[in-house]
C-alpha cells in the first residue's frame, strides 16, 4: 500500500499564470488497485458531495479503466464554471477536511486543470 | 526533442480480458512543449480526420492543460459507441499510417480506455 503525506495542496490542480476567464476542465486520476475499487469508490462517493455543492461545479464523469494496468485507473473528469470557482472550492476548511480525512492516504491523486480546446459531436 | 519509435501498438489503448459491452472512453494525453502547440495540433486536427469517419465513433474533446508543467498538456476525451469499433479503427492499414507519419514521434502519448462508471450533471 502506498502512503503518501495528503494535503490540500497535493489534492488541487496547479493554477494557470494568469486565470482563464472561461469553463475550466478537472481530470483528476487516482491510484487504486484493483482489490480496492470499493473503498475508493466508497470514499470518493463521499468526498464528491462536497464538491457537487460548490458554487460553479458544473458536471462529472467518473471512469475506470478497463485494463487492470492502468496507472491512474479511476480518472474523475470534472467540469466548472471557472477557474475562480475551482479554486474557491478548494480553498475552504470543509475542502481541507474532506480530503485529509483517513482513506485518502492509500489513494494517491493527479489532479490537473484543463481547458476545451475544441470539440467534436 | 524526445524521439519515440511510434508503432500502431503503442498508439493503442491496452484493452479488457474480456471485452466490455457498453460504451467506452479513451483518455490521450500527449506530451507537447508549450512552443510546439501549433505544430501539435496541426498533426492532431488532420489525424482525428481518420477517426471522426470511422463507425463506433461518438464525439470527442481536445483538452489543453492551463499550466505549462503538466506532464501531458494535451488531452484527448473520446467516446466510442464500444471497445470493439474502437478496436477496430485501431486496426486498419489507414490507421497505421497515420500514426507513423513524419511528425508523431515528437508527440508521445499514453492511450487509456474506460468505461464510465458514474455521471453526475
Not at 487492470?68 to 470534472?78: G, I, L, Q
Not at 479554486?87 to 491523486?109: C, I, L
Amino acid at each position: 500500500m502506498t502512503m503518501t503525506a495528503i494535503t490540500q495542496e497535493g489534492r488541487t490542480a496547479t493554477g494557470s499564470a494568469t486565470q482563464v476567464a472561461g469553463p475550466v476542465t478537472l481530470m483528476n486520476g487516482f491510484v487504486v488497485s484493483p482489490d480496492r475499487d470499493e473503498a475508493f469508490y466508497a470514499l470518493w462517493s463521499r468526498t464528491s458531495q462536497y464538491f457537487r455543492a460548490q458554487p460553479g461545479f458544473v458536471s462529472l464523469r467518473l471512469h475506470r479503466a478497463i485494463s487492470p494496468d492502468a496507472t491512474h485507473r479511476w480518472v474523475n473528469v470534472a467540469n466548472w464554471a471557472s477557474e475562480a470557482d475551482y479554486r474557491a472550492a478548494h480553498a475552504t476548511e470543509e475542502f481541507r477536511r474532506v480530503v485529509t480525512q483517513d482513506g485518502w492516504q492509500e489513494f494517491p491523486s493527479s489532479p490537473t486543470l484543463f481547458e476545451v480546446h475544441s470539440a467534436v459531436g
